[in-house]
């Protein structure tokens, strides 16, 4: 299992949102003195003004997750969390278990998206409705303590697989047994 506070750093979008919110600042603050309050605008003033607004919201927008998910597009979002999982399960050499059969559990706290990625032994052996049960499962849960979601689609996982690969005396775990968090 893997946990990661982020799939992507979505590099960029705060700044952009900051710089966007500075413009209209700027242009909104001259067209209130200009043609409204009709007073000569000291756009120096104005600049520094939207330039310190747009750097706070950028900030901000860089810290604050509810904020960033607000900048950040849902397939955006999806898109980081589907490259980081599969990324992770090459550099995680999930498919390197001898009769692969490891499953990546890649949770995505951000996104608040989840990604069930078993190996191809795993796939063979298990039927794919069983595996969608497990992940739906996770997926569309709507309540319920998030710890406990996790640990049972865990123990539905090593139920299932524990019928289908029993403990040979050779065995050996191939993988660690520990989650892991992974900074994007």
């Known amino acids: 299992m893997v946990l990661a506070p982020a799939s992507s750093r979505y590099e960029g979008r705060a700044l952009r949102a900051g710089a966007a919110a500075a413009v209209m600042l700027f242009v909104g603050l001259y067209w209130l003195n200009s043609l409204a309050l009709d007073v000569t605008p000291d756009a120096l003033l104005m600049l520094l003004e939207a330039s310190a607004v747009g750097g706070l919201l950028a900030w901000l927008a860089s810290r604050l997750d509810p904020l960033r998910r607000l900048l950040i597009p849902r397939w955006a979002m999806k898109s980081a969390v589907e490259t980081a999982a599969h990324a992770t399960f090459s550099q995680e050499n999930v498919c390197l278990t001898r009769d692969r059969n490891a ?45 406990e979601l996790v640990c049972d689609a865990i123990r539905k996982l090593g139920d299932c697989c524990k019928e289908r690969f029993p403990i040979l005396p050779d065995d050996r775990n191939e993988l660690p047994d520990r989650p892991q968090i992974r900074l994007p």
């Open 103 to 147: 499953v990546l559990l890649y949770i995505s706290v951000l996104e608040g998206e989840l990604k069930l990625m078993p190996d191809i032994g795993i796939q063979r052996v298990l039927h794919e409705a069983k595996l969608g049960e497990i992940g739906g499962a996770l997926a569309n849960a709507v309540e319920g303590d998030a710890v």
